[in-house]
C-alpha cells in the first residue's frame, strides 16, 4: 500500500496564531513530500516541494516566511502556517513519493481542513 | 508553462450509461500523466499513471488511454459510488515530480 496521513483533519484558530499540521507516509519511506492548497470548487495548487534533510522549494507567489516546511525524516513532513490570518483558510493537503519504486507517483493524505477566525 | 484543461466541468449520467472525460495537456517534455478521484472533503486518490502515447490501463469500470496531446478517462456502466470528482495532472522530465493539476470534472452518477 501507500497511505499518507495527515493530522489534525480540522482545526480553528484565531488571527494572528500558529498552527501546524503534520504529513507522515505510514507504510513507505517518501524522499520527497509536496503541500498544496485547494480553494472551494478549485483544483489543487502546489506551495511547496521538500525533499528530506534540505530547504523547501516553494512554488512563486508562496510566502516562504508564512508557510515553514520542515522534512525532518523520510516519512514526517510538517506545515506551519504562522500568524494565520482569515485569507489563509483553506484545505490544505499532502502528498508524497515514495524513495523506491515508482517515485513519479504522488500518494496524497485525507487533507486538512484549516478554518481562522 | 504546463497547462492542463478538463471538460465537462460537470457531467451527469444515469446508472450503466457509459461516458468519457477529457484531459487536454500541454508540457515540456512528459514523463507522465495521472488520473485522480477526489471525493468532497479528501485527498484524491490515485487511479493510474501513463507515460506514452497508445498507453492503457484499466480498473474496474475506468480505462484511461493517452495520446501526445490528450488522455481520457472512460466510464463504463457507471455507478452511484463512481459519483466524485476526477482530476487530471501531468508531470513535466526535469520538474523534481511536480504535478500540475486540471480543475477536474465533477461526475454524478444517478440511480
Known amino acids: 500500500g501507500a497511505v499518507v496521513s495527515q493530522h489534525p483533519s480540522r482545526v480553528i484558530c484565531k488571527s494572528g496564531t500558529s498552527v501546524k499540521i503534520e504529513c507522515r507516509s505510514l507504510d513507505f519511506q517518501a524522499t520527497t513530500m509536496f503541500w498544496y492548497r485547494q480553494f472551494p470548487k478549485q483544483s489543487l495548487m502546489l506551495m511547496a516541494t521538500?525533499?528530506?534533510?534540505?530547504?523547501?522549494?516553494?512554488e512563486q507567489g508562496v510566502e516562504k516566511d508564512k508557510f515553514l516546511i520542515n522534512h525532518a525524516s523520510l516519512t514526517l513532513s510538517t506545515l506551519t502556517v504562522t500568524s494565520a490570518h482569515p485569507e489563509d483558510s483553506s484545505f490544505y493537503i499532502c502528498s508524497a513519493s515514495k524513495a523506491s519504486g515508482s517515485r513519479y507517483e504522488q500518494y496524497f493524505g485525507p487533507g486538512t481542513r484549516l478554518t481562522v477566525t | 508553462e504546463d497547462q492542463v484543461t478538463q471538460s465537462p466541468e460537470a457531467l451527469r449520467l444515469q446508472e450503466g450509461e457509459s461516458s468519457s472525460l477529457n484531459c487536454s495537456y500541454t508540457v515540456s517534455g512528459l514523463r507522465g500523466l495521472f488520473w485522480y478521484r477526489q471525493d468532497p472533503g479528501k485527498g484524491p486518490e490515485f487511479l493510474f499513471t501513463?507515460?506514452?502515447a497508445g498507453e492503457e490501463k484499466e480498473k474496474e469500470r475506468l480505462k484511461a488511454t493517452l495520446t501526445k496531446k490528450e488522455s481520457f478517462l472512460h466510464i463504463t456502466a457507471p455507478k452511484p459510488e463512481d459519483s466524485a470528482t476526477y482530476l487530471c495532472a501531468v508531470q513535466a522530465r526535469g520538474s523534481n515530480y511536480k504535478l500540475t493539476f486540471g480543475k477536474g470534472t465533477l461526475l454524478t452518477v444517478n440511480p
Open positions: 521538500s525533499n528530506e534533510g534540505s530547504k523547501a522549494t516553494y
Open positions: 501513463l507515460y506514452s
